[in-house]
């Protein structure tokens, strides 16, 4: 059974590690969007990022993982999309990790639908 996503670890903590284990993997286009401020908004944070391969969107999703159970012993409430690897959801109730394809995540378009967010586009190293 997966243990529930601890309230003492705050979601900006919580949506700063998951761009971590983003990054760890060399992941492509990271954005941080906050939620916070948006009415309706479903968690405090969407985390958006693009993978080029089955492969890379695999390790990026372990990863991100892996970088917060390490920390909190969290896992994510819910999981989606690991069998076909164009889209994978990691929900940790506040946060929410979205791990892409590029054709798949220009076709949801996210970004756009959640356009009243505060969008920050993290460079990569």
């Known amino acids: 059974m997966n243990q529930q ?19 760890d993997k060399k992941a492509l286009d990271v954005v941080v969007m906050d939620l916070r401020g948006v009415k309706h ?8 990022c693009s993978g080029n391969s089955d492969t890379q969107i695999d390790a990026i999703s372990e990863s ?17 999309g690991q069998q076909n690897k164009e889209w994978i959801l990691l929900d940790y109730i506040d946060v929410v990790a979205h791990v892409f394809n590029k054709e798949k995540r220009i076709f949801y378009g996210l970004e ?5 967010a505060k969008i920050t586009r993290i460079e990569e190293n």
């Open 112 to 116: 756009e639908l959640w356009g009243d």
């Open 64 to 80: 991100i993982e892996a970088q917060i159970h390490k920390r909190s012993k969290q896992n994510p409430w819910k999981r989606e």
């Open 5 to 23: 996503v601890s309230k003492d670890v705050s979601s900006e903590i919580l949506s700063e590690w998951v761009v971590e284990g983003m990054l």
């Open 41 to 48: 908004a479903i968690a405090d944070y969407f985390i958006i």
